[in-house]
């Protein structure tokens, strides 16, 4: 038996045109699921999908209207779905919350958790009907930790996780499986300044025993057994990819 086979299975990543949903898209098509791309660029869905050879839906998270058109053409197109992977996500501004601008705090809150909800009430139902399967949230490392400087979005995270507990419950008796995955400090574009910064690189690497930023194949990885009958007793849980920084004293 190959317990990452994924041939049959029809699986919606978010935010999937660039970074970590990228990864996932192609580790989950590389093991034979049809994936379907989606982010709220078309053009950069179009590109993506016609690189891959599969179906891409623009979908702005924000808009209930469009993760219906996502959720229903995936459905209609593929016959079902099978694995959601709630991975679109913004950082916004930083700063403490004492000086934090409640739009941008609204808008981070609906982008990292209200769309995360409304995506899983739709698709949820359709997982449930197909005899079960897998939904993947993507949280944070920094939901685990205190932060002053990202103070809205790792409030977004851990509601993420929160809700992968919840809905692990829920859907539970129905064969759904609801897990999150929080991620560290990992090799992206949007990570990039980060990593031209000598002296935060050297700071965090000394946090984290294994001194080195992670790779978007490695989320991937987790994500993949997440998805697969690998992982088919797992549910409810928060899986860290952090290279050891949350349990490290820095030493």
Request: contains cysteine.
């Amino acid at each position: 038996m190959n317990l990452f086979d994924l041939h049959g299975k029809v699986a919606i990543i978010t935010g999937s045109t660039r970074g970590i949903g990228l990864a996932i898209a192609r580790a989950l098509q590389d093991q034979g699921a049809q994936v379907v791309i989606s982010s709220e660029n078309a053009d950069d869905c179009d590109r993506v999908g016609r690189e891959m050879g599969t179906l891409a839906i623009p979908a702005d998270v924000t808009d209930a209207r469009q993760l219906e058109k996502l959720v229903h053409g995936t459905a209609d197109h593929h016959g079902g779905i099978d694995i959601l992977v709630c991975n679109a996500g913004i950082t916004g501004r930083p700063g403490p919350f004492a000086t934090v601008d409640m739009d941008d705090f609204d808008q981070v809150m609906a982008i990292n958790l209200r769309s995360q909800v409304t995506l899983c009430n739709l698709a949820l139902p359709h997982i449930a009907a197909r005899g079960g399967g897998s939904t993947i949230l993507i949280s944070s490392l920094s939901s685990l930790r205190g932060n002053s400087a990202i103070n809205a979005y790792a409030l977004a995270k851990a509601g993420v996780a929160q809700l992968a507990r919840n809905l692990a419950v829920e859907w539970g008796p129905r064969n759904v499986r609801v897990n999150a995955i929080s991620p560290g400090f990992i090799r992206t574009e949007l990570s990039a300044p980060l990593l031209a910064d000598a002296a935060f690189v050297q700071r965090r690497m000394a946090m984290t025993p294994l001194r080195r930023p992670g790779e978007v194949h490695e989320v991937a990885g987790a994500a993949l057994f997440l998805a697969s009958a690998a992982g088919a007793f797992v549910t409810g849980q928060n899986l860290v990819v952090d290279g050891g920084t949350l349990i490290s004293d820095g030493t």
